[in-house]
């Protein structure tokens, strides 16, 4: 094992050294996209060389301590050798676990920003509720991890809640942690409306895209078709007296069905129209970036049942029963009865199960 880890571990070292060299030269700074894919890399593969400095320095002390276990002679001496080998012993197999993680190949979008959408399904007035219940429980979410969120456009249900609300979070590793909410979010409880206390079944839709930077997709930006409105909504008289919503119409042309699709976006983030308008051209890099990778999506989805959601986005993904206070992720059959806390954004657990599942599903598929 050990031989076999550290092989794999000295390939790296080499290409660790020749990224360093790279990132410092003029020709690849110039080249962005090459330049932040290449320090993307050196700064994985400089956890790896730290996690294998460490590795080799616990495997070092485990044979220097042998040794000097049978050349000493003072028994307490040999005490505190025996017991230094057993800590170092037992610091092997963590180590192990955690440079077999670090060598599995990342997935290329978890350190991006997102834009995430929420859209009431099923259920009527009831799923535009639960839908601003979901949003809710990620607001909190985001604000306990200390990322920012920023509210692009909504529509406000009949009875509260959200037909749809499309909002970006940024911060480190979002997609990496919040991809894992793809999908149909299914919600059991009597209806506010209902008068005979009967509990009803219903949906509310979440898509999480990883945001696109300016080189991942081409854009023409002259053929961009731009409307301005009036934004209504929270803001106070400024938003409705000045024309600060933009609405971007483009003509794209999608390569897997060979036929031009028209992408419409909204943004009324802020008053100020400019912003809008940059933040619009953001969310429809976004969504063309989400269609042209959605083959790759679902390759990676056909592997693992934990990515069931960004494969299949009409795919049921978890339960929410409010009689029973319970929550049920049917990717990896895990059940909680803490349902108020995980409304209250606490959903840290479930998702810490869901990447250990991925992680598991990751290393069998690499070998490790």
Same mark, same amino acid.
């Given at each position: 094992?050990?031989?076999?880890?550290?092989?794999?571990?000295?390939?790296?070292?080499?290409?660790?050294?020749?990224?360093?060299?790279?990132?410092? !030269?003029?020709?690849?700074?110039?080249?962005?996209?090459?330049?932040?894919?290449?320090?993307?890399?050196?700064?994985?593969?400089?956890? $790896?060389?730290?996690?294998?400095?460490?590795?080799?320095?616990?495997?070092?002390?485990?044979?220097?301590?042998?040794?000097? &276990?049978?050349?000493?002679?003072?028994?307490?001496?040999? /005490?505190?050798?025996?017991?230094?080998?057993?800590?170092?012993?037992? %610091?092997?197999?963590?180590?192990?676990?955690? =440079?077999?993680?670090?060598?599995?190949?990342?997935?290329?979008?978890? !350190?991006?920003?997102? $834009?995430?959408?929420? %859209?009431?399904?099923?259920?009527?007035? #009831?799923?535009?509720?639960?839908?601003?219940?979901?949003?809710?429980?990620? @607001?909190?979410?985001?604000?306990?991890? *200390?990322?920012?969120?920023?509210?692009?456009?909504?529509?406000?249900?009949?009875?509260?809640?959200?037909?749809?609300?499309?909002? @970006?979070?940024? *911060?480190?590793?979002?997609?990496?942690?919040?991809?894992?909410?793809?999908?149909?979010?299914?919600?059991?409880?009597?209806?506010?409306?209902?008068?005979? *206390?009967?509990?009803?079944? @219903?949906?509310?839709?979440?898509?999480?895209?990883?945001?696109?930077?300016?080189?991942?997709?081409? $854009?023409?930006?002259?053929? =961009?078709?731009?409307?301005?409105?009036?934004?209504?909504?929270?803001?106070? /008289?400024?938003?409705?007296?000045?024309?600060?919503?933009?609405?971007?119409?483009?003509?794209?042309?999608?390569?897997?069905?060979?036929?031009?699709?028209?992408?419409?976006?909204?943004?009324?983030?802020?008053?100020?129209?400019?912003?809008?308008?940059?933040?619009?051209?953001?969310?429809? %890099?976004?969504?063309?970036?989400?269609?042209?990778? /959605?083959?790759?999506?679902?390759?990676?989805? @056909?592997?693992?049942?934990?990515?069931?959601?960004?494969?299949?986005?009409?795919?049921?993904?978890?339960?929410?029963?409010?009689?029973?206070?319970? &929550?049920?992720?049917?990717?990896?059959?895990?059940? =909680?009865?803490?349902?108020?806390?995980?409304?209250?954004? /606490?959903?840290?657990?479930?998702?810490?199960?869901? &990447?250990?599942?991925?992680?598991? #599903?990751?290393?069998?598929?690499?070998?490790?």
């Amino acid at each position: 094992m050990n031989n076999t880890l550290l092989e794999k571990l000295d390939g790296l070292v080499s290409r660790y050294e020749e990224v360093s060299t790279l990132i410092t !030269d003029p020709s690849v700074i110039a080249d962005q996209k090459r330049y932040v894919r290449l320090t993307k890399e050196y700064k994985d593969l400089g956890r $790896i060389v730290k996690a294998r400095k460490e590795y080799i320095d616990t495997l070092d002390n485990i044979a220097l301590a042998k040794e000097m &276990i049978q050349e000493e002679s003072d028994e307490s001496t040999r /005490q505190m050798l025996r017991e230094e080998l057993s800590a170092s012993e037992e %610091r092997i197999p963590r180590l192990e676990e955690e =440079i077999k993680l670090l060598l599995i190949p990342a997935d290329p979008e978890d !350190d991006k920003n997102v $834009i995430m959408e929420i %859209r009431g399904g099923t259920g009527g007035d #009831e799923a535009a509720l639960f839908a601003g219940d979901l949003f809710r429980m990620y @607001s909190k979410y985001i604000e306990q991890k *200390g990322w920012k969120m920023a509210v692009s456009s909504y529509s406000e249900g009949a009875a509260g809640g959200y037909k749809e609300i499309i909002f @970006s979070v940024t *911060g480190e590793g979002v997609y990496g942690i919040l991809k894992y909410e793809s999908g149909v979010h299914r919600v059991q409880r009597v209806p506010a409306t209902e008068t005979q *206390g009967r509990v009803h079944t @219903s949906a509310a839709t979440v898509a999480v895209l990883p945001e696109a930077e300016a080189f991942d997709v081409e $854009i023409n930006e002259g053929a =961009i078709k731009w409307d301005t409105f009036r934004s209504s909504g929270a803001g106070g /008289q400024n938003v409705n007296k000045v024309e600060s919503g933009v609405r971007a119409r483009y003509m794209w042309h999608n390569p897997m069905t060979n036929e031009d699709e028209e992408i419409l976006v909204e943004c009324t983030e802020t008053r100020d129209q400019p912003k809008n308008k940059e933040r619009a051209l953001a969310r429809l %890099r976004t969504f063309i970036y989400d269609k042209e990778h /959605q083959k790759y999506i679902d390759d990676i989805a @056909s592997r693992r049942k934990t990515m069931v959601s960004t494969g299949d986005r009409s795919a049921k993904i978890r339960t929410y029963n409010y009689p029973q206070g319970r &929550i049920t992720d049917h990717r990896i059959g895990y059940t =909680i009865y803490n349902l108020s806390a995980f409304m209250d954004g /606490q959903i840290q657990d479930v998702i810490d199960h869901l &990447i250990v599942a991925e992680n598991a #599903e990751r290393m069998k598929e690499s070998e490790l």
